[in-house]
């Protein structure tokens, strides 16, 4: 059986929560559920069981310290064009960069073939469907300067993806601590 994977950080619930209340006031947007927020590190995309387990092994031996990071300002994709997603960013991180730098070359020596796009870290929380332009301009000028308090990443997972008729449904595969107390320069 295939399944469809991605590695992801999650957030905070009191960071969930804080998003929560910037989810409304945008006509024909479909609202991330808050259960479903998170940050990709990397997308795997669809493997047979077989790869499946070697990458859930595989991805055990990342040995990385906890970091904090913050959220900070709002856009959208695609920067021309008409908006469809809007996203939250992330205040520059050195230490989420090194983490995403890591999981994909462990990863790519595995054989996984992954996408060549920069890692531009961001949490989507809406998609959006001929929303008017104005509206999205009206919005993002509304929160933009959103940001979160610091929070702490302590672990990253691997989640399995089924796309549905209302979104995908996000399952965790496997849970990954983050506990080395090390340099992270000696990554």
Known sequence: MKKRLFVALDLPESITARIERLC???PHARWVPPEQLHLTLCFIGEVDGATFQDIREELSS???????MRL???????????PRVIWLGVEKNESLHLLQHKIDTLLTHYG????KRKFAPHITIARLNNTPASKVARYLEEYSLFCTESFFVKEFRLYSSLLGQ???IHTIEQEYGLNHTGDIAEQ
């Open 112 to 115: 996984v073939v992954l996408e």
């Open 62 to 68: 990342v040995i990385f310290p906890p970091f904090a």
């Open 24 to 26: 409304s006031g945008l």
């Open 166 to 168: 209302q979104g995908a």
């Open 72 to 82: 900070d300002g709002m856009g959208f994709f695609p920067p021309r064009g008409k």
